[in-house]
């Protein structure tokens, strides 16, 4: 693993400075650019003793590896893992468990949008499996825009096992696919629950498919057959927390 990340943009740098500030290690900034969007993330920066530099936009794409910086990359110390006994650690402290599993999902695009939507449904953790599956990149951080900071993703060594150890602490586990027994809408998505998404095109693997108690399919009215793992996700959740609030 290497022992510094950049973390770019302007959602991204901010939540880091705000929740993991010690991670922080320099920071560069945009020749030029004072407005008030920038303003809170400088005075956080200050009050950390962290040290920022202006410089070029050739500059910040090139630390960016080209991407959408918004005038403002830091250098950070990379976020911890956290593993299967951080995750049994937080279903006993946690009375009602509301958990999103990522089958196999590798596109850092979908991963960031994932964890956004999960932050917004008021999710407890993300579960995703050590291998074959994207970690908290720069790329993430960026499109989380900010959720990457903190919605805890949870590295398990066996999926699989890991969705047995849930079941066991009663937490209901419904995944999303084709084959379902009933529609999201028909489903019932009150109590300790984790909902399961699969990988971008080939949905969830068979393990994990066989270990969901209830698999459920968003019911689609037009051509198109699969959609976005972010956009399912984001209904799925959704779903969920309208039936939690009624």
């Given at each position: 693993m290497?022992?510094?990340?950049?973390?770019f943009?302007?959602?991204?740098?901010?939540?880091?400075?705000?929740n993991?500030p010690?991670?922080?290690i320099e920071?560069?900034?945009?020749?030029?650019?004072?407005d008030?969007?920038?303003t809170?993330?400088?005075d956080?920066?200050?009050?950390?003793?962290?040290?920022?530099?202006?410089a070029s936009?050739?500059?910040?794409d090139?630390?960016?590896d080209?991407?959408?910086?918004?005038?403002?990359?830091a250098?950070?110390?990379p976020?911890?893992i956290?593993?299967?006994n951080?995750?049994?650690?937080m279903?006993?402290?946690?009375e009602?468990?509301?958990?999103?599993?990522?089958?196999?999902?590798t596109?850092?695009h979908n991963?960031?949008?994932?964890?956004?939507?999960?932050?917004?449904?008021?999710?407890?953790g993300v579960i995703?499996?050590?291998d074959?599956?994207v970690?908290l990149?720069?790329?993430v951080?960026k499109?989380?825009?900010?959720a990457?900071?903190?919605?805890?993703?949870?590295?398990?060594t066996?999926l699989a096992?890991?969705?047995?150890?849930l079941q066991?602490?009663?937490?209901?586990?419904i995944?999303a696919?084709?084959?379902?027994?009933c529609?999201?809408?028909?489903?019932?998505?009150t109590?300790?629950l984790?909902?399961?998404m699969?990988?971008e095109?080939?949905?969830?693997?068979?393990l994990?498919?066989?270990?969901c108690?209830?698999l459920v399919?968003?019911?689609?009215?037009?051509?198109?057959?699969?959609l976005?793992?972010?956009?399912a996700t984001?209904?799925?959740?959704?779903?969920?927390?309208?039936?939690?609030?009624?």
């Amino acid at each position: 693993m290497k022992k510094q990340d950049m973390t770019f943009g302007l959602h991204a740098v901010e939540a880091v400075l705000k929740n993991s500030p010690e991670r922080v290690i320099e920071m560069w900034v945009l020749q030029g650019r004072d407005d008030a969007r920038l303003t809170p993330i400088l005075d956080i920066a200050a009050q950390w003793g962290v040290s920022v530099q202006y410089a070029s936009r050739k500059a910040l794409d090139d630390k960016s590896d080209g991407g959408q910086h918004q005038g403002v990359v830091a250098k950070v110390k990379p976020a911890k893992i956290l593993s299967d006994n951080e995750l049994a650690s937080m279903l006993d402290k946690t009375e009602v468990p509301f958990l999103l599993i990522l089958d196999g999902v590798t596109d850092p695009h979908n991963l960031g949008a994932c964890l956004r939507n999960a932050d917004a449904a008021g999710v407890h953790g993300v579960i995703v499996p050590k291998d074959n599956s994207v970690g908290l990149t720069p790329v993430v951080s960026k499109v989380a825009c900010g959720a990457a900071e903190v919605v805890p993703l949870y590295q398990v060594t066996n999926l699989a096992r890991t969705m047995r150890s849930l079941q066991e602490k009663g937490v209901w586990i419904i995944g999303a696919a084709g084959e379902a027994d009933c529609e999201l809408y028909q489903a019932s998505l009150t109590g300790p629950l984790a909902i399961a998404m699969g990988a971008e095109g080939k949905g969830l693997r068979r393990l994990s498919r066989e270990s969901c108690d209830t698999l459920v399919s968003i019911p689609m009215a037009g051509s198109v057959s699969s959609l976005n793992v972010s956009v399912a996700t984001g209904i799925c959740l959704f779903e969920a927390v309208r039936q939690r609030i009624a």
